[in-house]
């Protein structure tokens, strides 16, 4: 079946320095969404990708689906503490179950 | 406030019990999905309902059940528990069925379950 991977499981950065986490998917995908889960706190949707070589940014943040459509990337520019937290991919392809990624955990130092 | 609602806040029960979590979707969501987060693990998809009908099964136990009732909030079933079924119980709801569509999660704030 599907599988979502996603690098690095964890990442500790210091404030102000930049950080990417990279999902990766076993088989091409319709779209791909992020979510953000701050400590204690649930899932929130950040963004979804749908085109081929689609980037988005918000403020920050900056969100990419790979040409294949098989990879997406989330890169912050100077992080902040308000940053922590756990970032999920999940992708999917039409009519069918979507998979989350495992996450990667992200500690700012500040 | 993603506006949907999970109750309990929290569980505790012993082994070989059964509990009910619920789930009430935002207003106007016909779709409703859960989601198990063990400590310090991923989202694992349970199974998805729309609008009364299951749509989406994924790695849900057969002690495990759902069900999604006409006014659209939801109830999951867990039985015959055990120590592994500890865990944070997600429930999401989507104005959409289908993967695909603009189709954003408004997840709820969860259910932790400690099983003893």
């Known amino acids: 079946g599907q599988q979502v991977m996603q690098i690095p499981q964890y990442q500790h950065v210091q404030e102000g320095e930049d950080f990417t986490t990279y999902c990766n998917s076993s088989?091409?995908?319709?779209?791909i969404q992020w979510y953000k889960q701050r400590p204690g706190g649930h899932p929130v949707f950040l963004i979804q990708?749908?085109?081929?070589?689609e980037v988005k940014k918000q403020k920050r943040l900056t969100f990419q689906f790979g040409e294949a459509k098989k990879n997406s990337s989330l890169h912050i520019t100077a992080t902040q503490t308000t940053d922590v937290g756990t970032y999920f991919c999940?992708?999917?392809?039409?009519?069918?179950?979507?998979?989350f990624g495992p996450g990667t955990r992200l500690s700012v130092l500040p | 406030d993603s506006g949907v609602t999970q109750t309990p806040k929290h569980l505790i029960t012993a082994t070989g019990q059964r509990v009910t979590l619920r789930c009430s979707p935002r207003?106007?969501?016909?779709?409703v999905y859960w989601y198990q987060q063990s400590l310090d693990q991923g989202l694992q998809f349970l199974i998805q309902?729309?609008?009364?009908?299951?749509?989406a099964k994924g790695n849900i136990l057969e002690r495990f059940s759902a069900q999604q009732f006409p006014d659209l909030h939801s109830e999951l079933n867990l039985s015959s528990l055990e120590l592994g079924d500890s865990a944070l119980y997600f429930c999401?709801?989507?104005?959409?069925?289908?993967?695909?569509?603009?189709?954003?999660?408004?997840f709820g704030p969860g259910t932790r379950l400690t099983v003893l």
């Open positions: 309902y729309y609008n009364g009908e299951e749509r």
């Open positions: 999940a992708g999917g392809n039409y009519g069918q179950n979507f998979v």
């Open positions: 207003s106007g969501d016909l779709s």
């Open positions: 990708l749908v085109k081929s070589g």
């Open positions: 999401a709801s989507s104005p959409v069925s289908v993967w695909g569509d603009y189709n954003e999660q408004f």
């Open positions: 088989t091409t995908l319709s779209n």
